[in-house]
C-alpha cells in the first residue's frame, strides 16, 4: 500500500461543470438531506486509516497534583459518582476521548470516602500504578486494589469504591464509552448510596473461585463473556514476565521478541479477551532494547509501571517515566525504547477490530 496514493492526486473524472442546473440539483439534495459520494470520497473511504486522534502523552507528574486539587475542592457522590478526570485527545475535543472507541480517566478517592454504586452496559477496568487502601464491590464481592493489580468491572456489574484507609488513592479507569455512545447501546442504572459489602478481604470471592493455574470449577462450567476474575494481582503478572525472559537466557523461545516479555489477561473460560470489546497486556523490556516500529488498525494506551524509556509516536520521540500515559490512535507508527527495564501496561480495543474483521498490521524489519 502506497503512502503517496490519495485520492486528492488521482484523476477525478467526476468533477462536472458548475452550471445553474448542477446548483440547482446540490440545492434539491441538500433539501432532501442528501450528500452525494463523489464529493466526500476521501472523507468517507480514505486510503488508509486516518484517524482524527493525534499520538499525545500525559505525564504522570502533572496528572497526579490535580487530582490530589480535585480531592481537595471537588466531592464525591451521587450525581457525579466518580471524581475521575478523563484523558481528553486534543484531536477529538470537545469529547474526553482517548481514542475513538476508548476513554480513560486518572480516579481518585480521599481518606475514608465512598464512591456509590451504580452499573452501566460500557465494559470497565482499573489498573493501579501505585498505592493501596481501596477495595471495589463488584456485585456484592470486595475486591483489594493494591499497586500493579488489574480490576474488572464488566459490563451491566454493579461496582462501588470505599477507601478503608486515612491515605488517599488514586488509578486509571479505562472504559469502552466512545464505542458505546457511537453504537448507541448505553444503559445505566443507580445502586446502593454506599457500597453494598464493606468488608476488606485479602482476595475477593471471584479469585478465591478460579484464580488456581490450570484448573476450573466444576460448578461453573459455562464459558462467560467477560472474565468472572475481578483481580489479576502483580504477583503473578511479574512473575509471568520473569519466568520469559529466564527462559529466554536458557535459550527457551518464550519471548516475542529479544529481550521482550509479555503477557495478555485473559477470561479463564473462554482463553480470550477479559472483556469483549478492551485487550489488556502488560509489557517488560530489559534495558537497552527497541521494538520494532508497528502499525495497527485500532486505538492502544499505555501506562508506564516502572523505569524510564520513551516511545516513537509518529516518528516524534517522547520521553517516559513512572505513571505516564499515551495514546497511538490507528495506523500510528510507533515504537517502544527502554533505557533502564521498562514496565509498561498496554489496553486496546483490538477485540473489537478483530471480532469484525478489520484488524490488520505491519511491522517493519
Known amino acids: ?21 448542477l446548483r440547482a440539483l446540490y440545492k434539491g439534495f441538500e433539501d432532501e438531506s442528501l450528500i452525494p459520494l463523489w464529493t466526500q470520497l476521501g472523507d468517507l473511504m480514505p486510503i488508509h486509516p486516518k484517524s482524527k486522534a493525534v499520538p499525545h502523552l500525559w505525564k504522570w507528574s502533572k496528572l497526579l497534583p490535580l487530582a490530589e486539587q480535585s480531592g481537595k475542592l471537588v466531592p464525591v457522590g451521587r450525581g457525579g459518582e466518580r471524581r475521575a478526570i478523563g484523558l481528553a485527545n486534543p484531536g477529538l475535543a470537545p469529547n474526553a476521548y482517548i481514542s475513538p472507541t476508548l476513554w480513560a480517566a486518572i480516579q481518585y478517592l480521599g481518606p475514608r470516602e465512598t464512591a456509590p454504586e451504580h452499573r452501566h452496559s460500557q465494559n470497565a477496568f482499573r489498573f493501579v500504578v501505585e498505592g493501596e487502601g481501596v477495595w471495589t464491590v463488584v456485585n456484592g464481592d470486595p475486591v483489594r486494589m493494591s499497586r500493579g493489580d488489574l480490576l474488572l468491572t464488566p459490563g451491566w456489574n ?13 488509578w ?24 453494598t459489602d464493606y468488608a476488606t478481604p485479602n482476595f475477593s470471592r471471584g479469585e478465591r473461585l478460579w484464580c488456581h493455574p490450570g484448573v476450573r470449577p ?45 503477557i495478555r489477561y485473559i477470561n479463564p473460560t473462554t482463553g480470550g479477551d477479559v472483556m469483549p470489546t478492551i485487550r489488556c497486556e502488560f509489557h517488560r523490556l530489559r534495558a537497552g532494547v527497541e521494538t520494532a516500529v508497528r502499525q495497527d488498525v485500532g ?67
Open 158 to 170: 454493579f461496582h462501588g469504591h470505599h477507601n478503608d484507609t486515612d491515605s488517599p488513592m488514586a
Open 299 to 365: 486505538s492502544t494506551v499505555f501506562q508506564v509501571f516502572e523505569g524510564s524509556g520513551a516511545v516513537v509516536l509518529d516518528g516524534v520521540t517522547y520521553k517516559l517515566e513512572k505513571g505516564d500515559m499515551f495514546v497511538a490512535p490507528s495506523w500510528i507508527k510507533w515504537s517502544l525504547q527502554a533505557e533502564t527495564q521498562f514496565d509498561l501496561f498496554r489496553f486496546s480495543d483490538a477485540p473489537i477490530m478483530e471480532r469484525l474483521h478489520f484488524m490488520r498490521t505491519m511491522v517493519e524489519g
Open 1 to 21: 500500500m502506497s503512502d503517496q496514493l490519495d485520492h486528492g492526486n488521482v484523476d477525478h473524472a467526476m468533477q462536472p461543470e458548475d452550471t445553474p442546473e
Open 172 to 195: 486509571i479507569d479505562g472504559l469502552d464509552i466512545p464505542f458505546s455512545q457511537q453504537m448507541d447501546v448505553g444503559f445505566f442504572e443507580f445502586g446502593s448510596d454506599r457500597v
Open 218 to 262: 466444576l460448578s461453573q462450567l459455562e464459558n462467560t463473556v467477560a472474565s468472572p476474575i475481578g483481580a489479576y494481582r502483580w504477583e503473578f503478572t511479574d512473575r509471568a514476565l520473569s519466568e520469559q525472559l529466564l527462559l529466554e537466557d536458557e535459550g527457551q523461545p518464550a519471548t516475542v521478541a529479544q529481550g521482550h516479555a509479555a
